[in-house]
C-alpha cells in the first residue's frame, strides 16, 4: 500500500519527465532536418560529422515525423508483469493460448505491446481452433460417409449373396422337379408299357379262346354232319331192308364194338 501510495504521488512526476524526454528527441529530430536545409547549419553540420555522413543524412529532410518511430514506454512493474501473468495463465487454462505462444509473450519487456500481441495470439488460436474443428467434422463426415458407403457396399454384397443362394436354390429345385418329371416320366412309360404287354397278353389269350371255341364249334358241327350223315344212311338203309325202326339216342353198338 505504501509503494501503491508513493506511485500515486509521484505519477505526475514521472509523465513529466516521460513527456519531456520525448518531446527532446523529437526536436532533435525535427533541427536535424531544418539544419539540413539552410547552408548555414549544413555547413557547420558538415565540419562536425563530415561531408558523407551529411549526404547520409540528406534522407532525413523526406521523412515525417511519425517515421522516425521515436516513442517512450518504461519496463512493466512487478504488479504489470503479475497481471500480464494472470491473463497469460488464464488464456492458458482456457486453451485460447499455446504454450509456445505464452514464452514469447513473457520475453516482451513492453506491457501494452505484450497485451496487444497477447490479443493478437488469442484471436489466431481462436481462428485455428474453428479450422481445426471444422476439419474434425469434415473428416468426421467423410468418416460416416466412408463407414455408410462400406455398410451400403456391405449390404449390396448380402443382398447379392442373398439372390445367388436363391437362384441356386431355385435352379436346385428346378432341376430337382426335372428329375422328378424325368423319373414320373420313366415310370409312365414303364407302366403303360406293362398295360400294354397284359393286354397283349390278355388279347392274345381272348384270341386263343375264341379260336378254341370256334375250333370247338366246327367240331361239333362236323360230328353232327358225320351223325346226320350216318342217320341218313341208317334210314336208307332201313327202308331198303325194312328193318326195325332204330334209336339214334343210343350209342350204336357196333360201332362201339372195336374192329378185330
Same mark, same amino acid.
Given at each position: ?18 513527456? @519531456? ?6 526536436? /532533435? ?8 536545409? =539552410? ?5 557547420? @553540420?558538415?565540419?562536425?560529422?563530415? $561531408? =558523407?555522413?551529411?549526404? $547520409? ?7 515525417? @515525423?511519425?517515421?522516425?518511430?521515436? =516513442? ?30 505464452? /514464452? ?7 506491457? #501494452? ?5 497477447? #490479443? ?6 481462436? #481462428? ?66 406293362? #398295360? ?65
Amino acid at each position: 500500500m505504501a509503494a501503491n501510495a508513493s506511485n500515486v504521488a509521484t505519477r505526475h512526476i514521472n509523465q513529466s519527465s516521460l513527456y @519531456l524526454t520525448l518531446k527532446l528527441a523529437e526536436n /532533435i529530430a525535427l533541427k536535424i532536418s531544418d539544419a539540413l536545409e =539552410f547552408p548555414l547549419t549544413r555547413s557547420a @553540420l558538415q565540419k562536425s560529422i563530415s $561531408t =558523407f555522413n551529411t549526404e $547520409t543524412l540528406d534522407e532525413v529532410s523526406n521523412l515525417n @515525423l511519425h517515421d522516425f518511430w521515436i =516513442f517512450l514506454e518504461l519496463e512493466p512493474d512487478d504488479e504489470e508483469l503479475a497481471q500480464l501473468e494472470a491473463n497469460i495463465q488464464v488464456s492458458l487454462q482456457q486453451g485460447s493460448l499455446n504454450l509456445e505462444d505464452a /514464452i514469447d509473450l513473457r520475453q516482451i519487456k513492453n506491457l #501494452k505491446l505484450a497485451n496487444q500481441m497477447l #490479443k493478437i495470439k488469442r484471436k489466431a488460436k481462436a #481462428k485455428q481452433d474453428q479450422a481445426n474443428q471444422q476439419a474434425n467434422i469434415a473428416a468426421q463426415g467423410q468418416a460416416q460417409a466412408d463407414t455408410a458407403e462400406k455398410s451400403a457396399m456391405a449390404e449390396v454384397q448380402k443382398q447379392e449373396a442373398i439372390m445367388g443362394a436363391n437362384v441356386q436354390f431355385e435352379q436346385s429345385k428346378n432341376q430337382m422337379e426335372i428329375q422328378r418329371m424325368e423319373i414320373a416320366a420313366q415310370l409312365e412309360a414303364q407302366k403303360m408299357q406293362s #398295360k400294354f404287354q397284359y393286354d397283349m397278353q390278355l388279347k392274345q389269350l381272348d384270341v386263343q379262346t375264341i379260336q378254341q371255341k370256334e375250333g370247338a364249334i366246327e367240331d361239333r358241327k362236323d360230328k353232327r354232319s358225320k351223325m346226320e350223315a350216318t342217320q341218313q344212311s341208317e334210314l336208307i338203309s332201313q327202308r331198303q331192308n325194312d328193318s326195325l325202326p332204330k334209336n339214334f339216342e343210343q350209342p350204336d353198338m357196333a360201332s362201339m364194338t372195336p374192329s378185330v
